[in-house]
């Protein structure tokens, strides 16, 4: 089964400075691996995916994130944190649950203080 | 708008109440599901439906009991909850069952629940 982990349920920076989540992965097949950020009392909102091809993915609000296979890891990272970032980050991967259907699995979650 | 619209966004029910929450997607998505999101626990998927046909419940108890009478609707019945059921619950849609490969999720804002 796919899992993730991600370090640190917790991550405080100062506005202005580089944004690291760490996700790290297992996974039999290669996987498929997606962020999400959820604001408070709201749902989950993708933020970028690593499906096949370029390892250096981007997405909304100038994160960006890579695909290393032999670290079996999927860092976000963002070069200069906003006070608006402050929300709480999921890594997720696709995890295959039989009869045709896939499933996301995700991480605990990561949230992210930023000071002024 | 995310295009996934869940009500009520707030309910508070005591145990011995019967509720619905209801989500709503117009998206031309083929499958929903429902999580639990609780305080310092992983997302936790509880049904899946694809074409309106079930296709995962992961052991979720009976009080908690999904109806999909169309692609773009999707229900949780609740009925004799317990305390510990209290959390946000979020909806969410693909493509198909297979969309999370590509496309991964659009979720809703959640219902935060409160069994008193």
């Known amino acids: 089964a796919q899992s993730v982990t991600q370090l640190g349920s917790h991550v405080s920076v100062s506005e202005g400075a580089l944004v690291l989540l760490r996700c790290n992965y297992s996974s039999s097949v290669p996987p498929y691996l997606f962020w999400y950020v959820q604001y408070p009392n709201q749902g989950l909102q993708l933020l970028l995916k690593y499906t096949t091809g370029a390892t250096l993915v981007k997405g909304i609000n100038g994160f960006e994130a890579e695909f290393k296979k032999s670290e079996t890891s999927f860092h976000l990272t963002k070069p200069s944190a906003h006070m608006s970032d402050a929300a709480e980050y999921f890594c997720a991967v696709r995890q295959y649950s039989g009869a045709g259907s896939y499933q996301l699995t995700f991480g605990k979650g990561t949230k992210l203080s930023v000071i002024p | 708008e995310t295009g996934v619209t869940q009500t009520p966004r707030h309910l508070v029910m005591g145990m011995t109440n019967k509720k619905s929450l209801k989500c709503e997607q117009h998206?031309?998505?083929?499958?929903m599901y429902w999580y639990k999101q609780s305080a310092k626990k992983p997302l936790e998927l509880m049904f899946v439906?694809?074409?309106?046909?079930?296709?995962e419940n992961n052991s979720v108890p009976s009080r908690f009991s999904p109806e999909c009478p169309n692609s773009s609707h999707l229900f949780l019945h609740l009925h004799t909850l317990q305390p510990e059921d209290s959390a946000l619950y979020l909806c969410?849609?693909?493509?198909?069952?297979?969309?999370?490969?590509?496309?991964?999720?659009?979720f809703g804002s959640g219902t935060r629940l409160t069994v008193v």
């Open positions: 969410a849609s693909s493509q198909d069952s297979a969309g999370a490969r590509s496309h991964g999720y659009t």
């Open positions: 439906y694809s074409l309106e046909e079930r296709v």
């Open positions: 998206l031309g998505h083929n499958a």
